[in-house]
């Protein structure tokens, strides 16, 4: 026996390590820098903003704040240890998500049924379903939110006691302040309630289907729910935080504008290959069908209900997982196999992710922020004390908004800058920096051939790397400093032709080696 033990903790050692290398990778996502900005002004103010406070193009604009309570919390942390303190909570909930969704797996399986080697097996599965979503935003404690839920209604349904609602209807309250996924919250509960109101009728009028009926009683989910809706509308933005996801899908994907979708992306499940295994083990764990009465009614539409929802964005796939995973443990922990088999089943979860783990690590970039977040232009323009208006990345607001402490002309609040977008995609370049006096641009790459046409003529290129690049505009102001810092030998981000000649002509190649 202590061989499968020794077994068993190896597998856990390695999957805590795999995961701790997929959360610490440097911060990445432009937003979670909006948050601490709007969590300052929260602190600064006593208010939550309800309207764009940082931007010159939309000010007072009306702004659904339905993470506010994500931009405090980061906030808070950061005040305590920095980015390393926000790094290290992506960390924790990450394995925070694992821990619940495993207790969760537990306890809905027989106990002579649980295997530590296939609970490895489907949360490593899940991490690298997921390696994408694992940023640390208001979502990612959403997810939290949704398994703690599951988990609490759980422990209900299996011990009836009232303890778990009371954490439910808190956990509501908490959740409707920090994001607008509380609508998904409230579904699941909703269709944990319906299950209850199905179980008598459905066991009479089909009873070999009876089992997937379980939730129990249906008069304390209904009390449950009828007080969970009206508290996540104690938030400041009330009802609106309900319908933000909806707001959000029109925009993004009924709008006609050409959206940078980012993590919205329509990629699907079917491009993922860890999604595809999962679902492979779902559809063949079901088989022979009478082993779906091991599933209850609502994890069955609940998955398939999230499953359908990742077709639109693969954000829901997180969502997918943490209902699907109990699901499959349960299908599969409790079959036998073979002695050798378990065996090498056994060593298999344990060398795979403890592999991947030590690949990860060795690769593992080692440092807070990561290099696409524009950390060398900022720190060049404070330098250089250029405080105009600057054209910027749309993915790049959030971090000159916190970083800079000067007004944006635009960030990744979609809902605010609609208009915005749709404005700066029909109308001339030119227009637009006339409108709204704009004197520097901060690109990304894929900016460039957009603008293209309006350099060198109007801007001059005085800073590059391989993320970002900085323009200012060809103005008597900005004669001085355009003499003295504009570059002449490289392009934006260094892609320059005919690099050996350069180096070769002794009358360029000193001027060249200046500018890198």
Known sequence: MRNPRFLNWLAVAALLALAAARASLP???DDLFGHLRTGERIVETGRVPLTDPFSFTRPGTRWITH?????????????????????????????????????????????EARS????????????WMLAAELILRAALVSELF????????????????????AAVAGLFLVWANLHSGVIFGLFVLGLWTLEALLAVPAARRWPAAAGLFRAGPARPYLILLGICVPLTLVNPNGWEVWLY?????????????????????????????????????????ALPLRRLLLLSATEILGIATFLALSLRSPRFLFHFAILALPAL?????????????????????VAVPALVAATLW????????????????????????????????????????WRRREPIFWDGRNDVFVSLVQEVTTTPFPSVVERYGVEALLLAEHDYPGI??????????????????????????????????????????????????LARDPRLAPAARGEL
């Open 27 to 29: 911060l990445t996502h």
């Open 67 to 111: 993470e506010w309570g994500f931009s405090l919390a980061t906030w808070g942390l950061w005040r305590l240890g920095g980015e390393l303190a926000l790094l290290l909570t992506r960390v924790l909930l990450v394995l925070a998500i694992g821990w619940v969704v495993a207790r969760r797996a537990q306890a809905e399986a027989e106990a």
């Open 116 to 127: 530590v080697p296939w609970q490895t097996a489907l949360l490593g599965l899940a991490l």
């Open 146 to 165: 949704l398994a703690l839920l599951l988990l609490f209604l759980t422990r209900f349904r299996q011990t009836g006691g009232r303890g778990g609602l």
């Open 245 to 285: 996801p909806f707001k959000l899908s029109r925009i993004l994907f009924g709008s006609g504008i050409a959206w940078d979708l980012g993590h919205f992306e329509a990629a699907g499940p079917w491009s993922n290959t860890a999604c595809l295994l999962l679902l492979g083990l779902l559809l063949a764990g």
């Open 329 to 349: 443990y349960r299908l599969w922990a409790g079959r036998e196999l073979t002695p050798l088999l378990r065996r090498a089943f056994a060593a298999g979860v």
């Open 362 to 401: 060795l690769e593992h970039p080692r440092r807070l922020i990561a290099p696409l977040l524009p950390e060398g232009a900022v720190r060049f323009l404070e330098a250089q004390g250029i405080r105009e208006r600057v054209f910027n990345h749309q993915n790049y607001g959030g971090f000159l908004a």
């Open 452 to 501: 293209l046409p309006e350099i060198p003529e109007r801007w001059g290129l005085v800073y590059w790397d391989d993320g970002s690049a900085v323009y200012l505009r060809r103005t008597p102001a900005h004669a001085a400093l355009l003499d003295r810092l504009e570059l002449h030998h490289f392009p934006g981000f260094g892609g320059r032709p005919g690099l050996e000649q």
